[in-house]
C-alpha cells in the first residue's frame, strides 16, 4: 500500500481550510447582507413614518390657518358691537352713581313742583279754577302721605303737570255759573291758553277774559256770533275754522309756568 505524497497532503489539508474559509466568508456575508437589508427597511419605514407625521403637522398648521383667519374676521364684525356695549355699560354705571344723590333730591324737587304748580294756577286765568286748585291741594296731601311710594307720588305729580300742560292747547267748552252780582249759568268758551269767553244762553250777552285787567269784557255782536261758532265747533257740531276773536293774553305768556320768563 502506498501513502499520498506529503506534499499532496499538506495541498489537500489546504484546500479544506480554503473551502472552509470560503464558507464561513459566505455566511457571513449573507448575515451581512440580511442584516443591510432588515436595517433599510426598518429606515424606509421610519422615512415613511416620518413623511406621514409631517403631512399631519402640515395638515394641522393649515386648519389652524383658516381657523385663525375666521377667528379675526369674527373678531372684526363683533368689534363695534363691544364698543356698543361698552359705552351702554358706562352710561349705565354713571346712572347709577347718580340715582342715590336723584333719590334724595326727589321729594324736595316734587315739593318745589308742587308749589309752582299752585302758584301757575293762582296766576293763570282763572277757567275751571276750583277744579285745578283741588288737584293741586290733593298733591300736597299725597307727598305728606307716608304710605305712598316716592314713584307713585312722582307719577302723580307729573300727571297734574301734564293736566295743566294740556289746557294750552286744542279747544274746550262747557256750562257752568259765571259769578258776579247775580250769578248766572253761561256757555264757556275755552281757546287754550289764549282766549276764554262766555256766552248767556240767549245768546244776547257774551264777554271775553282780560288777564290784564282780571275781569271781563263785553262781546260785540260779530264777536257773539263768534263765540257761538266755537261752542259748536268745540261740541263737534260743525268743522274746525278761523275764529275772529279777541285775546285774553298773548300767546307767550299763555304758555309760560310761573315762575319763568317768558
Not at 447582507?33 to 433599510?40: E, H, I
Not at 261758532?229 to 275764529?243: N, T
Request: glycine content about 6%; hydrophobic content about 40%; cysteine-free.
Amino acid at each position: 500500500m502506498s501513502y499520498p505524497q506529503p506534499w499532496l497532503r499538506h495541498a489537500v489539508a489546504g484546500l479544506a481550510l480554503l473551502l472552509a474559509g470560503t464558507a464561513a466568508a459566505e455566511t457571513t456575508l449573507r448575515d451581512e447582507t440580511l442584516d443591510a437589508q432588515r436595517t433599510q427597511a426598518e429606515l424606509q419605514a421610519r422615512i415613511d413614518n416620518a413623511d406621514d407625521a409631517v403631512r399631519d403637522k402640515l395638515q394641522a398648521l393649515r386648519q389652524a390657518r383658516e381657523e385663525t383667519r375666521r377667528l379675526n374676521g369674527y373678531n372684526a364684525e363683533l368689534a363695534p358691537l363691544v364698543e356698543r356695549q361698552a359705552d351702554t355699560l358706562a352710561e349705565r354705571d354713571e346712572a347709577l352713581s347718580t340715582l342715590s344723590a336723584t333719590r334724595e333730591a326727589l321729594p324736595a324737587l316734587m315739593r318745589d313742583m308742587v308749589e309752582r304748580l299752585r302758584a301757575w294756577v293762582a296766576d293763570d286765568m282763572p277757567f275751571l279754577h276750583d277744579e285745578r286748585m283741588a288737584r293741586v291741594e290733593s298733591l300736597e296731601r299725597l307727598l305728606a302721605a307716608p304710605e305712598m311710594s316716592r314713584d307713585e307720588k312722582l307719577s302723580r305729580v307729573l300727571a297734574a303737570w301734564r293736566a295743566e300742560l294740556d289746557y294750552g292747547r286744542g279747544i274746550d267748552a262747557w256750562r257752568g255759573e259765571l259769578p258776579g252780582d247775580s250769578p248766572r249759568e253761561v256757555d264757556f268758551l275755552r281757546l287754550g291758553r289764549v282766549g276764554w269767553y262766555y256766552l248767556t244762553p240767549d245768546g244776547r250777552r257774551g264777554g271775553v277774559w282780560s288777564v290784564e285787567r282780571g275781569d271781563w269784557q263785553p262781546l260785540d255782536d260779530a264777536a257773539r256770533a263768534e263765540v257761538r261758532k266755537g261752542l259748536a265747533i268745540a261740541h263737534e257740531q260743525r268743522a274746525p275754522a278761523l275764529l275772529e276773536l279777541p285775546v285774553s293774553q298773548t300767546v307767550s305768556s299763555a304758555e309760560t309756568p310761573a315762575g319763568e320768563g317768558a
